[in-house]
Every structure is written in C-alpha cells, then in structure tokens.
C-alpha cells in the first residue's frame, strides 16, 4: 500500500455511464492522510487506481463478513474490473458461484470454467447474487446441462428466469430471496478472484 502512496494521483475527468466513483483516504503510522479518488479503474489505463482497490479487496479476503456484506462486495467487484465475476469452491458438492452480470468481457474466462468442471461429481450452481445475463451466453449453460448429469441450481428469481429460459427444469432451481439469498456462502471468507482448475 505504502508504494501506491508515494506518487501523486492522476487526475481522472472521464464520464462514467456504468461504472464506480470511490474516494477515500489512507493513514499510515507517522504519515500524512493520503487522499484519493478514482471512477472504474482498470489494470491496463489506470494501474495506480486499480492497485489501490485491489490492495483494499486484498484486506478484505482475509474476513468473513456477513452475507449481505459479501453480496455487496461482489456487485463491486464487477466495476473494479478484477475478472470474471465467479467464485469455484472445491469440495460435495463441487460449487459455483456466479454474481453481479455476466457481460461478453468475460466471455472466454467463463467459457474456460464451464468447460473445466468436473462431469463426474454433482455440480452445484449458486447464483442468487446474479443480477442478470445477455442470452448469448445460453448455448455455454446448454452446453454444461449436456455434459454433466446432475447440476442443482440456487438463483435469485431474476436468474431462476433466465435459467428457466435456456432449458433447466424449473424444478430443479430453488429460489432464494431476502434473508434467504445467502447462498453457498454463509460462514465463509470473501473471495473475488478463481482460477482454472
């Protein structure tokens, strides 16, 4: 943190249409306040920006807050652009997590998981912190439903709908809404970031 703190910040005058403006300050032991502020960094355009919410998200993964918490946290994480917005947690059942929106940035990323799980184990398929997908990414779920046999999904209502739409059994979505929509997630730290299995 101490690193991004040295140089000055950019000046950051863009429009933003759908994205984040985040200001703040950090205070080190015998130093200064180091204010910043900066809308929907990115790793490529603005690296300084992108490194300061990416060492506060990295705090951030050593707790294990709330559910309402980590929901929020997640819907964040799509605007800092810190990858495809999916959580893969290894164990029985064998669990995906998938929150905010999927949009066409992510579209080999998700592509790679999908096409990496496991056909032998049951899957199970969270997205009750989804917000919503285009029906591009249709054929990528259709294709998964073919490939593994048993796949139990838990939506918000929104997502149920949509997964609905692209060919699963209605019956086997569960809906979970208000105190309910926790998910996969209750007693576990945050996470942002998976990796190919």
């Not at 059994?169 to 190919?196: D, H, M, V």
Request: proline share 6%; aromatic share 10%.
């Amino acid at each position: 943190m101490q690193n991004l703190m040295v140089a000055s910040q950019e000046k950051d005058d863009r429009r933003v249409w759908d994205g984040i403006s985040v200001s703040g300050n950090f205070r080190m032991p015998d130093s200064q306040p180091y204010n910043f502020s900066f809308r929907s960094p990115n790793k490529d355009d603005h690296p300084k920006d992108h490194g300061i919410a990416d060492a506060v998200f990295t705090l951030l993964e050593s707790t294990t807050p709330s559910c309402e918490l980590n929901n929020y946290l997640e819907q964040l994480t799509v605007y800092l652009q810190f990858g495809l917005p999916a959580r893969v947690m290894p164990g029985k059942p064998f669990t995906i997590r998938f929150y905010g929106a999927l949009s066409i940035n992510h579209w080999w990323e998700r592509e790679g998981l999908l096409t990496s799980l496991p056909t032998d184990q049951e899957l199970l398929i969270d997205m009750t912190n989804l917000s919503g997908m285009g029906t591009i990414f249709y054929p990528q779920f259709q294709a998964l439903l073919k490939r593994v046999p048993v796949i139990t999904w838990i939506a918000s209502a929104e997502a149920g709908k949509q997964l609905a739409a692209l060919g699963v059994n209605p019956e086997k979505i569960e809906i979970r809404q208000g105190a309910n929509s926790c998910g996969t997630l209750q007693g576990k730290r945050f996470a942002r970031r998976w990796t190919l299995l």
